[in-house]
């Protein structure tokens, strides 16, 4: 079994930053993507963004130009650095790592709540 454990989140006022990190328990060599979803109040949990194995990065139109996501394979562990927020960015932060073989594992969250 692999936890994730995520940390970073916090209150900020719109147009800071904040950088979330998720760290797995345990080394993981089958790793096919690792990523940060987000749950606002009231709304379904949607990708934020999301890192392969070979670097490659997607990430949601809400957040482009301003979120940036990175790894440390040797730590296995994902961050988003996350600048020029607004209100319309809170929300739960989930981190996920997802095996080549389908398998998902999420995080707790971690919240992240911007403030006028």
């Known amino acids: 079994q692999v936890q994730l454990v995520e940390s970073g989140g916090g209150l900020v006022q719109a147009g800071g930053s904040l950088r979330l990190s998720c760290a797995a328990s345990?080394?993981?060599?089958?790793?096919?993507?690792m990523g940060w979803y987000r749950q606002a109040p009231g709304k379904q949990r949607e990708l934020a963004a999301v890192i392969t194995s070979g670097g490659n990065t997607n990430y949601a139109d809400s957040v482009k130009g301003r979120f940036t996501i990175s790894r440390d394979s040797a730590k296995n562990t994902v961050y988003l650095q996350m600048n020029s927020l607004k209100l319309e960015d809170t929300a739960v932060y989930y981190c996920?790592?997802?095996?080549?073989?389908?398998?998902?594992?999420w995080g707790k969250g971690t919240l992240v709540t911007v403030s006028s």
């Open positions: 996920n790592l997802n095996r080549v073989y389908g398998v998902d594992y």
């Open positions: 345990r080394s993981i060599f089958d790793i096919n993507t």
